[in-house]
């Protein structure tokens, strides 16, 4: 059913892997780069090639769960096999992950091979007429972690009584009790009991508990076909967290847990320590919240996130941005630690801005003097479109980057006028091409842009020129016909560099444009296996934003790719290259 | 432990709450001096540090993804060869530095900073300058496209104000030279040395506004020299992770800590 299975850790150390069915390509390698360390770690799922991939991370260890698969599966299939393994993982590196450096490699075959038959019997049972339970059981599961995360409450140890396999319960009725009063001793007998017992490490204590692990795993191995084993594994794993988790973190990492079985006895023990160890947490939650150290939750988070998110689309950011954006900074910080000495605010602060940063941060050269200069060095001709709607400015900031390579690189510059549309639009550039001693290559009105194009370049390449500058009509991006000929151009003549140009002062309106404009790119591209989009941004008017620089924000993160100049006037000197840091400073005030 | 208990106490009846209450204040009061002390003692010693900078004490290593970076942080941790994926974070641990075969001498504690080399975290690379004694800069011998990116990203750290000040040394550390199609020392040198000086004709004319970072390197008119017009010493080696080939990078070290 699934293709492969990956557990790594943020540092990119691979921790556990299995592949199912021979993997083509690298999958894994493409999310990192292109999903993961796109700040895109909100979303929790995406397709890549021919492969489906599912992810889950557990952040108080820096872990990551990523299944891959073809085709179509159940999304509760997957989220259960992920948290299965998740729980299986973390209680088998339990007693030495000291941080994430000291697990290189985990044999883990064993206990995989039992979450995926548990998993996939979960999944048969489902199907089973009236087997809905485990559909139910999951999100019944999520919403008592959730409840639990948003109250802080900590996670009472469990009975094995409840989940999906009512089949071979007697069985393991009296291990578990043992266990549970083990862990009930420790967790459910007062909350401030368990935390004093969880800040002295206990080794006498853990010790049993392994040695009890010991034997059970010898006697998992015997029945490798019964699934229900993995019940006493939490009351273990409770201890286990106890242990070496410490003060505070224990909570979640219950709660983690916990999401992955139902829960009825467990609300109802909730429910009876809810109020005094509610207060308490509060309590020394505030207290935390100054000195560091607390634990964060989702509870935490939303108050905190949503004044940043505000904030953010007050400066101009889409809605939908600074959503997905914050949505990641929350994924990316539930179950971590405060530093020391550093306030909740202070720390979703940082996260923002770090990620922020990255995404702002170009992932390739954008130093268009550059590949101009290394293109001539080749003997070829460098050719960049600009593109964008009505009125931006395309053909003035066309004509800066006409002054820059031409002033700045000795670059000997054409100019070629592809808006056939518009009246006026030939004579403007005419008007720049003599300002600028720069030739223009011109055919009138209502030809073919494509064409034109193609002639200018031909021409450069026979005339010695070094560089084409392509300027083509506003269009709505909305607008079908006009959108399928600018891909037709872009299509024919493959320039060097697509570079869509938008004012800087567009809100909501900036993601619609630049993903419409990138869209039909892709779609009509010459090659589809290949598809060619935008390749960079070049904002207008960024001198009368004032701190709404939103829109380049927007933009990096709908297509991914860089903003390459800002136009900040009249003049041809006006063309600037964006501040990643800048920005962020802007954007948080 | 007694005296916080008797303060509590005192908090109690004074206060006339209950005992659980007065310890949670008694500690919130202990918290905040203690808070208000460390901040007054940051204040105090950042005043200072800022008038004289000198270097951190962490070995930072760099490079593109793929170069080795965490394949050779592990390496010089634990000797061992470890699987890995793409770093999304970096790792960073302190631990003594055996110097290799050799090995009667070595380093009681060295903390190393294992940087990921994805472009979209450079900016943060560079936050990190500050605080190196010295830079590994490792680059994949056998991927000769990636040279463009190593540098660019060497005109980058060359003309950045931290490395002007500082002067941090840094090995260019040339991995996978277990690989049969790995490139020579000299050659990547050379490829460096060529991309910068077409990079410095585009990077030297700056547009207007740009951070004084964008500056010209080396000395107009001349071949650019690695060597010579870097702003801080460099060296480079030959080395392999893969097949624990790694002496170099102890000298490197033993040079640089003793
Ligand atoms: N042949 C060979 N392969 C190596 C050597 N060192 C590392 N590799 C391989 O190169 C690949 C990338 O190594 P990593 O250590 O993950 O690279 P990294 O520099 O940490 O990359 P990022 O984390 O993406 O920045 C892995 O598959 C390693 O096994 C070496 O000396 N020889
Ligand atoms: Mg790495």
Redesign the interface.
Known sequence: MIDAF?I?T?????LW?TQLVKVKGNP??RL??EV???ERVGETFATLDVYNLKWKLLNDM?LFFVVVYQGILQMAYLEGLLSMAAKEFSHHIATSFGGG?NI??VDFEKDFLRCRQKADKELKESRKPGGMRSFEDTKKGADVQKNREEKGLPAPAKKGKSGGTDGDKEEDDEEEDAAVAEARAKLAGGK?KAKKDAEAPKPKKGKEARHWDGGKVSKSLMEELDFSKNKPDEADLAAKQAEFLGSGDEEDFEAEVESLSSGSDAEEEKKDDGRVGGL?KS??KG?KN??GGAVLTEGDLEPILKKFKTELMTRNVAAEVADKLSDSVRKSLVGKTTGR?TSMASTVKQALK?SM???L?????I????AA??AK?AGRVYTIVFLGVNGVGKSTNLAKVAY?LKH??GLDVLICACDTFRAGAVEQLKTHSRCLDVPLFERGYGKDPADIAKNAIAHAKSNGHDVVLVDTAGRMQDNEPLMRALAKLVAINSPDLVLFVGEALVGNDAIDQVSKFNRSLVDLSADPRNPRGIDGMLLTKYDTVDDKVGAALSMVYVTGQPVV?VG?GQKY?????M???EVVKTLLG | METIRQASGSIESFLGVGS?TAL?LT??VI??SV?IT??IFQVASGGTLRTRRSRGNVTLMLGQ?GAGK?ATF?RL??G?E??????????R?KFPIKAGENADQNLPSVEVV?F?G???????ASDMLPEARCIIYLVDSEDKPKL??VA?HFYELLTHPDMLELHTPILIACNKSDLGSARSEKFIVEEIEREIE??R???G?T?????QADSYLGIDGEKFKLMEHSPCPIQTCKISAKKNEMQPLYDFLMEQYA
């Open positions: 990956y790594f943020k540092g990119g150390l691979l892997s894994l390698d990192i780069k993961l360390l796109e820096d450096l290189k490699h401030s308490f309590l020394t207290v100054i000195t000495f770090e940063e990255t995404l941060t170009p992932k390739k050269s130093d268009v003097l550059r200069l290394a060095n820059y700045k690189g100049f900040t000197t006006h063309l600037r290259k501040q990643a840091k | 659980s949670v500690w919130l918290l905040l808070y460390v901040q993804c965490t592990f941790r634990d061992e470890v699987q890995t994926v793409s770093s999304l974070q970096l790792s641990d294992d990921p994805h472009l979209r975290m450079r900016g943060k463009k990116d660019e077409q990079m004709v585009s990077r004319a547009l207007e506004g740009q951070d």
